[in-house]
């Protein structure tokens, strides 16, 4: 198999996991009633900024967004979804291409999952015309610290797996 298949196969790999866990977390979280999720599906979000250029991790993010959002939840989904999903991108984008040393994966998780919140508080207030669903955002904020330091936790954890390195190492 050539390097360009490896590489298409570690990428539907990564955006079919990202929907597995996107699917098994909709159904599985008690707090699901508040649409408050760890978000598990962004790990693959996370390793895709780490190992590939930004169109094909954005191209990941789209398809998830697309697939995760319209399949499970409907078209309101997808915006707040896409919202909060763009959002983040461009904030660990930045933190990791500008290789911040002193921000760990953990830590770019976690500015991932604020961001996430905030785009979806700031798609709502939009959508509903009511600057006043901001009042929620300190309540987010918390959950999503606790979220990004989880779903950090496991993505450092992944990278730095010596197998998984190997297969997308031998991918690009």
Known sequence: ??????????????????LILTYLEYF??????LN?????????IVLALKIYEPKISIFILIVKLILGSLILRGPMAFLYSAGGGILSYIVMYIFIKIDFKEVSLIGISVLGSVFHYLGQ?????IIYKNILLMSIAPY????????????GIIANLVVNNKNIRRLYENSN
């Open 28 to 33: 599985i979280m008690p707090l699901n009633f």
């Open 1 to 18: 198999m050539g390097n360009k298949t490896k590489k298409n196969v570690v990428i539907a790999v990564m955006i079919s996991i990202s």
């Open 36 to 44: 408050i999720k760890i978000g598990f599906s962004n790990i693959i």
């Open 140 to 151: 987010f904020l918390m959950i999503s610290l606790i979220a990004g330091i989880i779903t």
């Open 121 to 125: 508080i700031i798609t709502a207030s």
